[in-house]
């Protein structure tokens, strides 16, 4: 048992690669063993990282706050290591990984008879590339995951897509790729700076943190926009979103399903993970934070305005991402304990119920082979189980109380609020326009007279479907009724990234404030206080 | 000449003697495997000779009075066992490639042994005469080499534009040549490297006027735009096992000297040889990527590709510094594994009457031949340096010594280019994953050594990206002996 504990991020990291070798030995024509063994290794991917739900809260963090680390020599001679580690954000991002990474799968099982074997090796080397990502505490083999994991993601696209998946696929891995490879620009001028302000090269991200202070102010927002760019295409961001429609309407269900699911995250993981730790007084920056924070807004109104209009549902449930990011990228750039706890109970969130929203338009797709909203109507009559599931899942989507994305968003806009109201204002409209879009679509799919005859037919939801579906519901109940255990775990992480990008922050508005029932005056009147102290401590920056 | 300067050219020495030894038993006998393993023999024989010979490093052959003509030290040795080892390769794909061929195939491998020989004294040059002796053994062999099908007509193209070209960036190099002889008196690197540091020249016009022609000479061996117009249609033309010796040991050859050339007279540190070096680079980046959209056929496009990897190579070469040279070695050994592998692939796709190029030829290889489809999956990745591949880290490490050197316009330019890159290899990798719409009739069984070779070659492209380690330590090591 101490050697699973102590190399376990390993053992979950290296579980589907072990698990793709094999099945490169299955003969191609043995199509069920194909599936079983799939199925069987992403369920032991799950079942490995299970432990960590038990072990997370006992066990002592290592280094810094992060638990469960390994390091091993990897390239000496660059400063590159394989050092892995997981603090609570990440902790939370991996389980969603493993779960969903199941669930994609399994949802796979009839869908895709084509060329399976290549099918569930490329998701199994999708699922190293995105636990690589999550666990990676230095920069070199952060990168490496960080792209690596885009070729698989192209395959499963570019094989076994719609109609126009060759121009999705290819539009998806150009965006991707233009963007990291600015991030990679922005990576070596911290390595390099590093290395000629101490002597001593590495890529390890607690060694490039803790001189995060000395980094001066103008390369660190050189720094900022080439990490900004390469994140923010991938949350996507306003006006960086265009690929995500189309990669999503060609994507097979079990690739649209991880790729808003887990693959958005990594755009928002890496603002809180590398750009605020790293960049602090860029990240603080007025300017800065007032940019970022609008092009969110614009993206929760923007996306919720498209997807209303949308006559497809994979591409209403896509706009909607966009939109549902907004809030994750506001409440990073609010810089408070709320708004980033929040934000990333919302990443999580947004994993949960797109994820699951994707599986139910899949689950139609399969029957019927099409999308169109308009092809559809009075499901509810012919397919009970299927609507129950996805009005649950719809009204997790909307943020209704007792369910998941209420506790998200609700998180997100007290953080906003306590910054400027007029952001949370905003942000509001676009929760009043996603309850209205997904209304509309679960009404005009479900509800009524069951009138076209091809629709009349159809088989409800067996027990592995709803079985995809199920887990997910569960866990969005979870976090909707007792949402404490996520909050505390994500506590010290995020009181750490709060205290190193806004250090004004805990002298004006103590926990007390800020669960005060009217807190409209206070942050009104702190905010131009904490500008102040922002342009300070920018100012001692460049002092450095 | 002494033990001590015979062991030192023994890795030179063995390869001319098989050369002539294959030439002789191909006049006593034809028999085409004998030819091919003989000159593997030759090849294996010069490589171990080379361990003999890097005990003795540095050593410098030629008289006093001319200078020396060669050094051999671990520099240049380290070049030698690179330009060995892709040869091997070559000569490995090309018995496979010829034994559907209605030629003679055993004078090949006479032709190829006579390339390598030039390539290798390029590796120890030291000294104008000597580069320029290598330069032409190299380019003699190649002119016969790109026209071998005699029955292609684009084979004959290919060797008739060569030749016409490279005779022509010969004349530009050896009036570059003379203008710097006529300024210094000298045509050894050492005493030019003596000179120009010490900023000896009266006439400033002869010496930048000497090295930008010099400049015409290595752009055109190099294909580096401007001078790269010949490259898509040799690339084309020639057999694929030429292309391939073309793009890899030719280049690598030549790089090899530019490398020493420039370092160590230093060059490369007026100002002026750096700007037109920098737009050199910065074109052959542009002109490689944005001239690879248009095409439809590999080889072609592969052509273009070469254009801007030899882009990347330079600006590494101009970041200089301590990471430089080492950048475009680990560059060059990554390119060679990655263009040898796809080569590879179209070599042992070629049918009898034409090679394989078009994309047609490649739509769904994955589907029909899983493993050649495989290779060239593998080497597009690494044409496109994504991770876990060669081509990732040699790329990251080229950025990274451009980095270090603060060439931020070039490095944001090899970034942006690289990304326009990507997409004409996702153009071939749509074609190789698409489904098969007809049958093509292309060659049928892969031979066991082809297969045996691109095994390797696939192997090493991700042994190299995800553990460069090793072959770091030695580039370093081979680097640290370049003195400048």
């Known amino acids: 048992m101490p050697f699973f504990h102590d190399h376990i991020l390993s053992i979950i990291l290296f579980t589907p690669l072990a698990g793709m070798v094999v099945l490169l030995f299955i003969p191609g024509e043995n199509k069920n063993a194909i599936r079983w063994w799939g199925n069987i290794v992403m369920f032991a991917g799950f079942l490995v990282s299970l432990p960590l739900v038990f072990w997370f809260g006992q066990e002592p963090a290592k280094e810094q706050l992060f638990k469960f680390t390994e390091t091993h020599s990897w390239i000496a001679s660059i400063g590159a290591e394989y050092h892995l580690g997981i603090d609570g954000i990440s902790f939370l991002l991996v389980m969603l990984t493993t779960v969903l990474g199941f669930l994609a799968v399994l949802s796979s099982w009839t869908a895709v008879e084509e060329r399976a074997k290549e099918y569930y090796s490329m998701f199994m080397l999708l699922d190293v590339g995105m636990l690589g ?65 101490t002597g001593h090269t590495t890529f390890n991200l607690l060694d490039l943190m803790s001189h995060s202070h000395a980094w001066p102010f103008a390369m660190q927002v050189w720094v900022f926009a080439a990490f900004a760019i390469g994140f923010a295409i991938k949350v996507p961001m306003f006006p960086f979103h265009t ?21 958005l995250k990594m755009g928002t993981y890496g603002f809180i993970r590398f750009s605020l730790p790293l960049l602090p007084q860029a990240s603080a920056d007025p300017t800065v934070v007032k940019v970022m924070v609008w092009l969110s807004i614009i993206a929760i109104i923007y996306g919720a305005l498209v997807s209303m209009m949308q006559r497809d549902m994979k591409k209403l449930i896509a706009y909607s991402s966009v939109s549902h990011l907004g809030f994750c990228t506001l409440g990073i750039f609010a810089l408070n304990p709320h708004g980033l706890s929040g934000s990333v109970i919302q990443q999580i969130n947004h994993g949960i119920s797109t994820g699951a929203l994707f599986l139910i338009v899949g689950l139609i797709y399969e029957r019927r082979h099409t999308r169109e909203i308009k092809e559809f109507g009075g499901l509810s ?113 995020v009181k750490q990234i709060v205290e190193t990008v806004n250090p004004s922050f805990g002298t004006h508005a103590s926990a007390k404030v800020r669960l005060n029932p009217q807190p409209a005056a206070e942050p009104a009147s702190a905010a131009p206080g904490r500008r102040v102290a922002q342009t300070a401590s920018r100012r001692a920056g460049v002092a450095h | 000449m002494t033990v001590r300067n015979l062991t030192a050219l023994a890795p030179l020495i063995i390869v001319s003697a098989t050369a002539l030894a294959v030439m002789m038993a191909a006049a006593l006998r034809r028999n085409h495997a004998a030819a091919a393993l003989m000159t593997l023999g030759g090849i294996a024989a010069a490589f171990a000779s080379l361990r003999a010979a890097a005990v003795l490093r540095p050593l410098a052959i030629g008289s006093s009075e001319a200078g020396q003509l060669l050094v051999i030290d671990g520099y240049g040795l380290f070049f030698m066992g690179l330009i060995l080892l892709g040869s091997a390769a070559v000569v490995v794909l090309a018995h496979g490639y010829l034994e ?21 004294t390029l590796a120890a040059s030291s000294h104008f005469v000597s580069f320029f002796l290598g330069l032409e053994i190299l380019s003699v062999a190649l002119y016969a080499m790109n026209a071998y099908l005699r029955a292609r007509a684009i084979s004959l193209e290919a060797g008739i534009k060569y030749l016409v070209l490279a005779a022509a960036s010969a004349t530009f190099l050896l009036f570059g040549m003379a203008l710097l002889y006529a300024e210094f008196g000298t045509m050894s690197f050492d005493y030019l490297a003596g000179q120009m540091t010490a900023g000896i020249y009266p006439n400033r016009a002869m010496v930048t006027g000497g090295i930008a022609l010099m400049v015409t000479g290595f752009g055109f061996k190099l294909a580096l735009a401007p001078f790269h117009l010949w490259t898509p249609d040799i690339y084309e033309g020639a057999p694929a096992p030429v292309t391939a010796f073309v793009a890899t040991v030719s280049k690598g050859a030549m790089f090899a000297l530019l490398l020493r050339y420039f370092y160590s007279t230093g060059a490369y540190r007026l100002h002026s040889v750096f700007v037109v070096l920098a737009i050199i680079a910065a074109a052959s980046m542009l002109a490689g990527n944005l001239g690879a959209l248009l095409q439809n056929n590999l080889k072609r496009i592969l052509a273009y590709s070469s254009i801007a990897h030899m882009g990347y190579v330079l600006v590494a070469f101009l970041a200089a510094g301590d990471l430089g040279p080492e950048a475009v070695t680990f560059y060059l050994i990554a390119y060679f594994i990655t263009t040898l592998a796809a080569f590879g692939v179209v070599t042992a796709l070629s049918p009898a009457d034409r090679d394989a190029g078009r994309l047609g030829d490649f739509e769904g290889l994955i589907w029909k031949r899983p493993a050649l489809g495989g290779v060239l999956t593998l080497a597009l990745f690494s044409l496109a340096g994504i991770p876990a591949t060669a081509g990732f880290f040699a790329k990251f490490y080229v950025v990274a010594a451009g980095a270090d050197s603060g060439i931020w316009r070039l490095i944001i330019l090899l970034v942006l280019t690289s990304v326009v890159g990507l997409f004409y290899y996702l153009r071939v990798l749509v074609a190789v994953f698409s489904r098969p719409l007809e049958s093509r009739e292309l060659a049928p069984q892969v031979p066991f050594a082809s297969a045996f070779v691109l095994a390797g070659l696939s192997a090493l492209l991700v042994w190299v990206g995800v553990f460069p380690g090793t072959i770091l330590r030695a580039v370093k090591a081979a680097v640290g002996s370049l003195r400048y």
């Open chain 1, 133 to 197: 990502v999550f666990m990676s505490l230095d920069f070199f083999l952060f990168y490496v995951f960080w792209e690596v994991m885009l070729v698989p993601m192209y395959f499963i696209i570019g094989v076994w897509g719609g109609p126009r998946k060759l121009y999705a696929a290819i539009k998806f891995f150009l965006y991707t790729l233009a963007g990291s490879v600015l991030m990679l620009l922005g990576i070596l001028t911290l390595y390099f700076r590093y290395a000629k302000d």
């Open chain 1, 243 to 263: 690929w995500l429609p189309d990669a999503h309407v060609e994507a097979p269900t079990a690739g649209s399903v991880i790729l808003a699911g887990v693959l």
């Open chain 1, 381 to 493: 009559n012919v397919m009970p189980r299927y609507a129950t599931l996805f009005m649950i899942v719809m009204l997790s989507s909307i943020g209704l109380p007792l369910l998941n994305g209420f506790i998200g968003e609700f998180t997100i806009l007290q953080g906003a609020f306590e910054v400027q109201w007029q952001w949370a204002a905003w942000a509001v409209a676009g929760i009043v326009l996603g309850a209205a879009y997904m209304l509309w679509l679960y009404q005009r799919t479900m509800f009524g007279p069951c009138e076209n005859p091809k629709n009349q037919a159809l088989k409800d939801l067996n027990l592995r479907e709803m079985m995809t579906l199920i887990p997910l519901i569960v866990w969005a109940f979870w976090i909707g009724i007792y949402p404490k255990p996520f909050f505390n775990v994500l506590e010290a992480p």
């Open chain 2, 100 to 120: 559907r061929q209605a030629e003679h195939r055993e004078e090949f491998y006479i032709l190829l042994l006579v390339a390598v020989l030039g390539s290798m």
